[in-house]
């Protein structure tokens, strides 16, 4: 037993460690019984009825101190009562009034019930409408519905119909006059509010007791189905409204009592299930299905049978989720056995709490979370075959709260969060020596209606612990200051809140804490957080150290459940860096179509993002949509061949203000279909003397004249890994021509002379048969534009990480490191691209392929692999000549008189990778400014602009490197040379 003490004291100023009820007011004075009842909140007042010697029963009213426990009007002046004992008034709340029903009216002799409503008040508490009447009974099933309150009432003409009031006596009237000849004494029931109409039992003198429906008014209220044709009844009982369809009881004459459904249409009514499917005779046994309650979609209701008896069952309104959860009384079935009679359901934390029997523990506290395994009793307050009669009342401040009778303090407040350890007693410091009844949490205490032999039956409060109701963030995501803000609310005023109440969680975040606590209210408070370093996610709990007491000094969560920690679920995400952007498509690479359907997936919502935006490279954009940090698009190829698109970095911003990354290029190729044919191209004119190299591919065979000599070997060809010869071949003279064949091949020279010629040839290698490189996604031994490209976007942005849905298993950024790490990261594995390793792979991609070659700093060598049986450095083709002619350095300066690109330091038209990684430097650094001590008379960083731009910077002239212009540039390396060219976007072209 939780809490045991075995001093009883009235205390409510000191918090001892088991706090004792104490008397609110002894309405009725001495040992005489006031028998509060009737109980209902409306905000921070609570309403009941209450008997004394001078006045009767009337209406009070109680804030929990005694000079605010008072009555609010005599309604039925003298000692006579307006309330009996043996009735319920039904107190209900519209728009902050109380309603209810009583048997004082205009006529005082009246014995009928009346509709009532009060504001606290003496004067605001008044009749509404006056059935006058004999029957004690007129007036019953008041409930608040779609905004109005709905009633059945005999007014003395028509009967007992169904009544509907906005509050007012002209707003009080009958809705319709269901059965005129009035021989439906017992009227409308069992109505429920569903999809707009209220759905109702009545009987109309013709169909019998049926369901009806109405809206309100009397051309609406209707018969919606003889169930049971003719004037027999169906009986309609326990409508129960749900998301879609209302659930009821009724009996069609053929399958007794059973469950049935409507979604307010003929067509929509129709029994679910047959439940009890026994029969005796001609005696059809029912499933009387009943105490709808509802969690997630799902509803759980009672149900008979004749193998299970009365047992839990849950449906999803078809027949086939109709099913048993759990017999929870295996017994077989007989009248006092067998039926474990599940009782008072009640959901809380996505399960449902009730009473029931398993035949052995006795009647004790169950919950289910609508799976077998997952329908427990919770715990055998009373051992062995004795039932403590748990009954679930209410949900409040994160708590169960329900009546229990452990035969030792009989029936008195318990308490739960679901699990055995966590259900107790509130207090068994309690002088409630005989029972409590009635009871409703207010902030911080309870007021019950409890018994002691000194005072009677009265209104005595009891404190309650406080608890954390939540934690959240006050700062929207994504943050980007150096501090956050976050709330904390409790279930009553507190004292002792401060930072070492709180963690903070960290996630991609260090060095974050709580600096500050600021009191909001007696109840809210706010934390100040300081973010520390990194970026991403920023969570708190509270860690409960006893040093945070409620007025009462109660301290939080109390002492039957002692910890008081609370883990906060809403983050807030600190954003301090550019938000990623990851273009993606399902479409195959090549791909027969020339149109593609692209995601753009931003790491969390950006604003300005447009389809000016998109950068596309033989191709158009078209069909641009969405919002947020989700965009598609359809990229259209304008050319057979590659086309790509790709967002440079600052296309938008998220809300912090923080640019966008740049993204990935998404390249694919547009493939016609083959016919057969391999391609034809011709060859180029030069004159020059010196070395150098060359690739060509194609498919067939081919003719041609020439003049010269040489011999080689070939390389690996595109897509064939087999051995092979390189080009052969003799000749004299001039000539154009043609080249058809298959395999790719390279070589170096020496000689003299100019022409035009044509040849012939095939060749094939052999290729690579380890693991290709990470960075060549096509695996073709190859590093391409677009391959390089993904790894100077890891170099740029300082990091990558495991990641399936990125297009080479990786996406930039920090994250999950738990794959094996990219192969350009190798000195060391430290998931950084370094320059020294992005080098590397320009390495590769100048050279023109690379190889595996173990040993090497990296496990790989650039060049492709040595055909079979020769050193690497024989895969290129050698070969001599005796013609003269100009050198390579003349024949491209030739015709250039206009000024050279200034990324070009030594002015030769060639970019040299020194150059190229001059540039990009300044588009890493994101800015450039004059500087005549710089070796070009720029230096990286913001300064001085009033030089003449960069010819790198042309689109737009921002003095900034954007990825578009380091893609010029980087052309202009790869084609070896540039020459001025007016009229081109930056006044320049690749190539001599």
Excluded at 228 to 253: E, H, I, M, Y
Aim: net charge negative; hydrophobic share 35%; with cysteine.
């Amino acid at each position: 037993m939780c809490c045991l003490l075995t001093t009883l004291v009235f205390s409510s100023s000191a918090f001892a460690t088991d706090p004792a009820p104490y008397l609110v007011k002894d309405i009725n004075a001495g040992a005489n019984n006031s028998y509060p009842q009737d109980f209902l909140r409306i905000g921070n007042t609570l309403y009941f009825t209450a008997e004394t010697t001078t006045y009767g029963r009337e209406l009070w009213k109680s804030n929990g101190t005694a000079a605010g426990t008072v009555m609010v009007k005599d309604l039925t002046p003298g000692s006579d009562t307006s309330f009996l004992n043996i009735y319920t008034y039904q107190f209900t709340e519209m728009n902050g009034i109380l309603y209810f029903v009583s048997r004082a009216g205009g006529d005082t002799s009246d014995k009928g019930r009346n509709l009532w409503r009060s504001d606290g008040t003496e004067a605001g508490t008044l009749v509404v409408k006056d059935f006058i009447s004999t029957e004690a009974m007129t007036l019953d099933y008041l409930s608040l519905m779609g905004g109005v309150l709905y009633f059945t009432a005999d007014d003395g003409e028509h009967g007992r119909e169904l009544w509907r009031s906005d509050g007012t006596e002209s707003g009080t009237v009958m809705v319709k006059d269901i059965n005129p000849d009035q021989t439906d004494n017992d009227g409308p029931k069992n109505a429920a509010f569903f999809n707009g109409h209220v759905f109702f039992a009545a009987d109309d003198g013709i169909h019998g007791r049926e369901l009806w429906r109405t809206d309100g008014t009397e051309g609406g209220t209707e018969l919606l189905m003889d169930i049971n044709a003719g004037a027999a009844d169906s009986n309609p009982g326990a409508v129960f409204g749900s998301n879609g369809f209302a659930l009821f009881s009724a009996d069609d004459g053929v399958h007794g009592d059973e469950l049935w459904r409507t979604d307010g249409t003929v067509e929509g009514t129709y029994m679910v299930k047959d439940i009890n499917t026994a029969t005796t005779g001609i005696f059809v046994y029912n499933s009387e299905p009943r105490y709808f309650t509802e969690i997630n979609g799902t509803i759980f209701f009672t149900a008979i049978t004749g193998e299970t008896g009365e047992e839990f069952w849950k449906t999803d309104g078809t027949e086939v989720g109709t099913v048993l959860v759990k017999d929870i009384d295996p017994r077989p079935v007989q009248l006092l056995q067998g039926h474990s009679d599940p009782n008072h359901f009640l959901a809380y934390n996505e399960s449902i709490y009730f009473q029931a029997n398993d035949g052995a523990n006795g009647r004790e506290l169950w919950k289910s979370d609508g799976t077998e395994s997952g329908t427990m009793m919770i715990k055998d307050i009373v051992a062995g075959e004795n039932s403590s009669e748990a009954w679930p009342k209410y949900v409040w401040n994160r708590r169960l709260f329900f009546t229990a009778n452990d035969r030792v303090h009989l029936l008195q407040i318990w308490q739960t969060d679901g699990t055995e350890e966590h259900t107790a007693l509130i207090t068994s410091n309690n002088p409630l020596s005989l029972s409590a009844h009635s009871t409703v949490p207010m902030d911080g205490f309870l007021l019950i209606s409890g018994a002691t032999i000194d005072y009677g039956t009265e209104l005595f409060g009891l404190n309650l612990a406080p608890v954390v109701m939540g934690i959240e963030p006050l700062t929207s995501s994504p943050a980007t200051g150096p501090t956050i803000e976050f709330q904390v609310w409790f279930s009553e005023a507190v004292t002792g809140v401060d930072p070492t109440d709180l963690t903070v969680v960290q996630n991609g975040i260090v060095e974050a804490e709580a600096t500050a606590v600021t009191s909001l209210s007696d109840r809210e408070f706010q934390v100040t957080i300081d973010t520390g370093l990194g970026d991403g996610w920023i969570y708190l709990s509270l860690v409960d150290n006893d040093s945070i007491r409620d007025t009462a000094n109660a301290p939080l969560e109390g002492v039957c459940i002692p910890n008081g920690d609370f883990t906060g679920e809403q983050g807030c995400y600190v954003d301090n860096a550019a938000p990623q952007v990851i273009l993606s498509t399902a479409a195959p690479d090549p791909t027969p179509e020339a149109r593609i359907p692209v995601t753009v997936s931003f790491e969390w919502a950006v604003l300005g993002f447009e389809a000016i935006d998109l950068i596309p490279d033989n191709a158009v954009v078209e069909n641009f949509s969405g919002s947020d940090a989700d965009y598609t698009f359809e990229l259209v190829a304008q050319n057979p061949g590659a086309f790509s698109v790709y967002i440079p970095e600052r296309a938008a911003e998220d809300a912090g203000g923080e640019p966008n990354a740049p993204s990935n290029i998404l390249t694919h190729t547009y493939d016609l279909p083959s016919e057969g044919e391999g391609a034809e191209g011709e060859g180029e004119e030069g004159e020059g003397e010196g070395e150098g190299e060359g690739e060509g591919e194609g498919e067939g065979e081919g003719e041609g004249e020439g003049e010269g000599e040489g011999e080689g070997e070939g390389v690996p060809s595109e897509g064939s890994p087999e051995e092979g010869e390189g080009a052969e071949g003799e000749g004299e003279g001039e000539g154009e021509g043609e080249v058809e064949g298959e395999g790719e091949g390279e070589g170096e020279g020496e000689g003299e002379g100019e022409g035009e010629g044509e040849g012939e040839g095939e060749g094939e290698g052999e290729g690579a048969t380890e693991l290709p490189h990470t960075a060549d996604l096509n695996s073709d031994s190859v590093i391409s534009l677009s391959e390089l490209l993904r790894v100077i976007q890891f170099f740029n942005i300082g990091s990558f990480h495991c990641d399936i849905a990125g297009e080479d298993g990786f996406n930039p950024g920090p994250g999950d490191q738990t794959c094996v790490a990219h192969a350009s990261d190798y000195a060391p594995h430290d998931w950084i691209i370094e320059l020294s390793e992005l080098l590397r792979l320009i390495q590769f991609f100048n050279s023109g392929g690379y190889h595996i070659s173990p040993g090497t700093e990296d496990g790989y060598a650039p060049g492709l692999a040595p055909s079979e049986g020769e050193e690497p450095s024989e895969g290129l083709n050698e070969g001599e000549g005796d013609n003269e002619g100009e050198g390579p350095t003349e024949g491209m300066l030739e015709g250039a008189v206009e000024a050279n690109h200034t990324a070009d330091q030594n002015a030769d038209y060639l970019i040299s990778l020194s150059e190229l990684l001059r540039v990009i430097q300044f588009f890493n650094t994101g800015a450039l400014h004059c500087d005549a001590s710089g070796e070009d008379g720029f230096n990286p960083g913001s300064g001085d602009q009033t030089c003449a731009l960069h010819s790198s910077d042309y689109a737009p002239h921002d003095w900034s490197i954007n990825l578009s212009e380091l893609l010029r540039l980087i052309q202009f390396f790869n084609t070896g040379a540039y020459h001025p060219c007016p009229g081109s976007e930056d006044n320049f072209c690749p190539g001599l």
